[in-house]
């Protein structure tokens, strides 16, 4: 099983700051398999990236991911007020489907 | 648009069964695959297992001796049954929408896009 690790636990910026998340993988995740989604409290998650780039249908594109192999980031170039909640990545490269623990993205 | 829609018991004792129901609504089965995920509170998201349009399933090696997942395209519905709940299983169960990745030799169940709003589900004596 894949074990993915997001750092860090929680980021505290203010809106119009720029946030990098990071996912790091146990093992290779392979052709790039990997999603982000951003969860706000009391709401099911919301597709944000798969294939590690690519948006989904309708995400504003301050939001982008990055990264191969064990490694893998998540950039929000300037928070809205929206954008504060938990961001989680989960890799589907090999089964079982796992997710890292998330990261929370407070106001400061 | 696509909806799920999921309704089931939300309290539960101890060794008792989950029954799930997850309705697709606006959206053919065919070249997706349909999972359920659990988020027990204040925690993660876990991946309890899939099923395909062809009625393949594929679970989680942590819950799979206590796991069905199937679905009944007559009524565009996909079912999640759990047995023997403990505590540990208290969580919102949430089922989820796939798109199919096919390769030269098999196809295989890809990221989430489309989620149900969950269902709160306690299991206490």
């Known amino acids: 099983e894949i074990v993915l690790t997001q750092s860090p636990g929680t980021l505290s910026l203010s809106p119009g700051e720029r946030a990098t998340l990071s996912c790091r993988a146990s093992?290779?995740?392979?052709?790039?398999?990997l999603a982000w989604y951003q969860q706000k409290r009391g709401q099911a998650p919301r597709l944000l990236i798969h294939g590690a780039s690519s948006r989904a249908t309708g995400i504003p594109d301050r939001f982008s991911g990055s990264g191969s192999g064990t490694d893998f980031a998540l950039t929000i170039s300037r928070l809205e007020p929206e954008d504060f909640a938990v961001y989680y990545c989960q890799q589907y490269g090999s089964s079982p489907r796992t997710f890292g623990q998330g990261t929370k993205v407070e106001i400061k | 648009q696509v909806q799920l829609q999921q309704w089931g018991a939300g309290l539960l004792k101890p060794s008792e069964t989950l029954s799930l129901t997850c309705g697709v609504s606006?959206?053919?089965?065919?070249?997706?695959?349909w999972s359920w995920i659990r988020q027990p509170p204040g925690k993660g998201l876990e991946w309890i297992g899939e099923?395909?349009?062809?009625?393949?399933?594929k679970y989680n090696p942590s819950l799979k001796s206590r796991v069905t997942i199937s679905f009944d395209t007559s009524k565009n519905q996909v079912s999640l049954k759990l047995t023997s709940m403990t505590a540990a299983d208290t969580a919102v169960y949430y089922c989820?929408?796939?798109?199919?990745?096919?390769?030269?030799?098999?196809?295989?169940?890809?990221?989430?896009?489309?989620w149900g709003r969950g269902t709160p589900v306690t299991v206490s004596s």
């Open positions: 093992q290779t995740v392979s052709s790039s398999s």
């Open positions: 989820a929408r796939g798109p199919r990745d096919c390769g030269s030799v098999a196809c295989f169940s890809t990221f989430f896009d489309v």
């Open positions: 606006g959206e053919s089965f065919s070249f997706y695959y």
């Open positions: 099923v395909n349009d062809s009625g393949s399933s």
